[in-house]
């Protein structure tokens, strides 16, 4: 079965899909990993960082997004299918061993309304299991699945939740990124006891960080402490701080743009220089930190 990841944190711009779909690539390329991209989010950036917008719109207007895997319960109709909605080969890098299941910005309008799935369904359906009734079948096909999820910890969100071993957390190293941290690791542990499930913290990225500003230097310097602590304080194991640390670069924005043609991973991310190392190093030890801390 494969490493199941949910990439998380309660703010936005944070780097949660960009790291995302770097993980993604960097797995199904430079690992020869077979990899699913599961897009919890509204906001449908990893869906078009990995296919092109045309693909997206047809997707949607097929009912092939997730979203209508959540309003087929809501509205009692069977729109979405799985072999139709799951789209390979995605990537501008035209990866053979990386999957999409997109998103749609209509997820906005329904969110709130998931809690009202297991009245309607008679309680034969808990709200949480959605996604989990329907990949449940082909996950075995995978050795990592990426869930990028929206900045909450709502109904969607919970049913990443629900299906994953781990979660992840990028985070730029100031105190508005990191001040919900300890909210997360909290509620997320509560979400263990009460279901139960067995997801627990693989650890946090810091990502953006620019190290001529002294908010992110002294930021990160007391990050450690802080972030021991609040694992300390629910009696958890502790969670590590990635050793590779994301470099603030524009060129890993520009690098997000479908509409690019890399011919490889290495142009794709390592056009330019952050210190002296290439940006596609920095992604690629980030991924090989990522497969020993989940293969722990
Ligand atoms: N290392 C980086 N350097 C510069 N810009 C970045 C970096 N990582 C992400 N970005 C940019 O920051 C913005 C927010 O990133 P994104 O991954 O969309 O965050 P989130 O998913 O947490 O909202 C995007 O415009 C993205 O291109
Ligand atoms: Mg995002």
């Known amino acids: 079965m494969p490493k199941i990841i949910s990439v998380i944190n309660l703010k936005g711009g944070v780097a949660k899909t960009t790291t995302t779909i770097q993980l993604a690539e960097c797995l199904a390329s430079a690992f020869s990993k077979r990899v699913l991209v599961i897009d919890l989010d509204p906001q449908t950036n990893a869906t078009i960082s990995l296919i092109p917008e045309v693909r997206w719109e047809e997707l949607d207007s097929k009912g092939q997004t997730?979203?209508?895997l959540f309003n087929d319960k809501l509205e009692r109709t069977k729109v979405f299918d799985l072999a139709l909605a799951r789209q390979r080969k995605v990537s501008n890098l035209k990866l053979r061993?990386?999957?999409?299941?997109?998103?749609?910005?209509?997820?906005?309008?329904?969110?709130?309304?998931?809690?009202e799935i297991p009245s309607m369904t008679g309680f034969a359906l808990n709200?949480?299991?959605i996604l989990k009734s329907v990949v449940h079948p082909i996950l075995s096909e995978y050795d990592f699945v990426l869930i990028d999820c929206p900045?909450?910890?709502?109904?969607?969100?919970?049913?990443g939740i629900e299906i994953s071993d781990h979660y992840l957390i990028p985070s730029i190293p100031d105190t508005l990124s990191t001040y919900g941290i300890p909210q997360i690791v909290r509620k997320i542990?509560?979400?263990?006891?009460?279901?139960?499930?067995?997801?627990?913290?693989?650890?946090?990225?810091?990502?953006?960080?620019?190290?001529?500003s002294d908010s992110h230097s002294r930021g990160k310097r007391t990050l450690p402490a802080r972030?021991?602590?609040?694992?300390?304080?629910?009696?958890?194991?502790?969670?590590p701080i990635f050793d590779t640390v994301m470099p603030q670069a524009n060129a890993t924005a520009e690098a997000m743009e479908f509409t690019n043609t890399p011919v490889s991973f290495k142009q794709k991310y390592g056009r330019s220089k952050s210190g002296d190392r290439y940006l596609y190093e920095y992604v690629e030890d980030l991924t090989r930190e990522l497969i020993a801390h989940a293969n722990k």
């Open 66 to 68: 997730l979203y209508h």
């Open 97 to 115: 061993n990386l999957d999409l299941l997109a998103s749609s910005i209509r997820f906005i309008d329904i969110q709130d309304r998931i809690s």
């Open 127 to 129: 709200p949480m299991e």
């Open 151 to 159: 900045p909450n910890l709502g109904f969607i969100t919970r049913n």
């Open 189 to 212: 542990h509560q979400f263990t006891q009460e279901r139960p499930l067995k997801i627990s913290c693989l650890g946090l990225v810091v990502t953006k960080y620019d190290s001529r």
């Open 227 to 239: 972030f021991s602590k609040i694992f300390d304080d629910l009696g958890l194991p502790q969670a």
